[in-house]
């Protein structure tokens, strides 16, 4: 059913890893639905947020940071990107406030043949003086590709009325497709590994964090009134796992706290929280074990 004069559709949040995509999307949607962290490749696969106002529901459909694939892993990421640009109604790239580089050209490079309309972004304008940010519009509006600039601030809710304003121009009319109070298409099963995998990229350093895969091995018995989850944190050497153990145990008892305050937000209720660390060599050029732990090339299409 089309209510009167909604307006609805799917948003593709594009730019390069690290520019700033799941913090506009959690700010938007008003809540955690991606991890975010000051790593840049930290979201793996397309996340969906939704956002419903009085007259709109966005669907945003946070991709993976768009970079040249060197590693299955990155190519799937990659592909993931890429398959979000087909079957949304808009598309808004996002970059730093700064003079373009030859990554965001590569993107831009990807969109010139689009059919919907490009907005661009431009974030972390608290970083900037404004006068900083007209020579930057100028840039990206001689490729002639986008038809809109909005300078935002993800981290500040800098620029989003306006944002909130464009989005509601763009799209279609249409009716809502989710409910008012659903705020991610994601299972929470997925949710829950993505905020252990938060804290380890927030706790570690180096190669560690992208070494790391977390799969949920069981989320559904509760005991003494607390839901009993099981994961398992994969990395790609024995000497990754020392870290993510530490000293006595240390660093894999702080993951837990952290992560396990945060699943309780998410899902309203006491967890006890089992996790385990196993050495998977080479996990990320793997294919079979990519898709045992949920990174399904076919996810992507
Ligand atoms: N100063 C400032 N920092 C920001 C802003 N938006 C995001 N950041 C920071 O930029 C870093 C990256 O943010 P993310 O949201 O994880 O970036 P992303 O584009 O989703 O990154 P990938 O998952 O790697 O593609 C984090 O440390 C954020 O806190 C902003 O408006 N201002």
């Known amino acids: 059913m089309v209510e009167n004069n909604n307006k609805s559709g799917f948003v593709a949040l594009l730019g390069r890893p690290n520019v700033g995509k799941s913090t506009l999307m959690n700010y938007l949607v008003g809540q955690k639905v991606a991890i975010t962290s000051n790593k840049p490749q930290t979201t793996r696969n397309k996340i969906s947020g939704i956002l419903t106002t009085d007259d709109m529901q966005a669907v945003f459909v946070d991709t993976p940071g768009i970079f040249k694939p060197h590693l299955n892993l990155d190519e799937y990421m990659d592909k993931a990107s890429l398959s979000s640009l087909k079957d949304v109604d808009l598309i808004l790239f996002m970059v730093e406030p700064e003079e373009m580089g030859k990554g965001d050209a590569y993107i831009a490079d990807m969109l010139k043949d689009v059919k919907?309309?490009?907005?661009?972004?431009?974030?972390?304008?608290?970083?900037?003086?404004?006068?900083?940010?007209?020579?930057?519009?100028?840039?990206?509006r001689n490729l002639n590709i986008f038809k809109e600039f909005l300078p935002v601030s993800a981290t500040q809710g800098v620029g989003i009325s306006d944002l909130m304003q464009v989005l509601h121009q763009y799209l279609p009319e249409g009716p809502k497709y989710f409910g008012s109070d659903q705020i991610t298409d994601r299972p929470e099963y997925f949710m829950v590994a993505e905020l252990i995998r938060e804290q380890i990229l927030k706790l570690t350093a180096e190669e560690v964090p992208h070494a790391a895969?977390?799969?949920?091995?069981?989320?559904?018995?509760?005991?003494?009134?607390k839901l009993q989850i099981e994961a398992t944190i994969y990395v790609e050497k024995s000497?990754?796992?020392?870290?993510?153990?530490?000293?006595?145990?240390?660093?894999?008892?702080?993951?837990?706290?952290?992560?396990?305050?945060q699943i309780e937000d998410l899902l309203g209720e006491k967890v006890n929280l089992h996790?385990?660390?196993?050495?998977?060599?080479?996990?990320?050029?793997?294919?079979?074990?990519?898709?045992?732990?949920?990174?399904n090339p076919k996810d992507f299409t």
């Open 213 to 225: 895969a977390v799969w949920v091995e069981q989320m559904n018995k509760h005991e003494n009134n």
């Open 116 to 140: 919907v309309p490009v907005l661009l972004l431009i974030n972390k304008v608290d970083q900037v003086n404004p006068n900083e940010l007209l020579p930057i519009i100028d840039q990206y």
């Open 275 to 295: 996790l385990w660390v196993k050495v998977q060599r080479n996990w990320r050029s793997d294919p079979q074990f990519l898709r045992r732990i949920g990174y």
């Open 239 to 261: 000497g990754q796992k020392g870290i993510i153990i530490g000293k006595g145990g240390k660093m894999l008892k702080q993951i837990g706290i952290n992560s396990r305050r």
